[in-house]
């Protein structure tokens, strides 16, 4: 069974850094599409940022840009997200998610149900 477990969320000032991490058990996603969402209270679970299979590619939302970095650890099995110079109106529970459906898959995919699995999320508020 498929677990993904995210981590490193928490409470933090404008303007400060986080670094979310998510670790998958069950199945290596080595070659395959990852992603973090972020969904506030109230709204719709949107897209933050994509990395294809090999972390050569990245895409992010117009939103973060310049301020997040997605990457990943193919050896250890996690994909993390830095989040620098945060705004209050980036307070959100953060998801990661893999596509399974595609192999070799890009950074190209932006939408909830392009994706195959999906953590339990992590808490993040700034606070202003």
């Known amino acids: 069974q498929v677990q993904l477990v995210e981590s490193g969320g928490g409470l933090v000032q404008a303007g400060g850094s986080l670094r979310l991490s998510c670790a998958a058990s069950?199945?290596?996603?080595?070659?395959?599409?990852l992603a973090w969402f972020r969904q506030a209270p109230g709204t719709e679970r949107e897209f933050v940022a994509a990395?294809?299979?090999?972390?050569?590619?990245?895409s992010y939302v117009d939103s973060v840009k310049g301020r997040f970095t997605i990457s990943r650890d193919n050896a250890k099995n996690t994909v993390a997200l830095q989040m620098n110079s945060l705004k209050p109106e980036d307070t959100a529970v953060y998801y990661c998610?893999?596509?399974?459906?595609?192999?070799?898959?890009?950074?190209?995919?932006?939408?909830?149900?392009?994706?195959?699995?999906w953590g339990q999320g992590t808490q993040v508020t700034v606070s202003s």
């Open positions: 069950g199945r290596t996603f080595r070659n395959y599409a």
């Open positions: 990395i294809n299979w090999s972390g050569g590619s990245t």
């Open positions: 998610a893999v596509r399974f459906r595609t192999l070799y898959g890009g950074s190209t995919y932006y939408t909830v149900k392009e994706y195959d699995y």
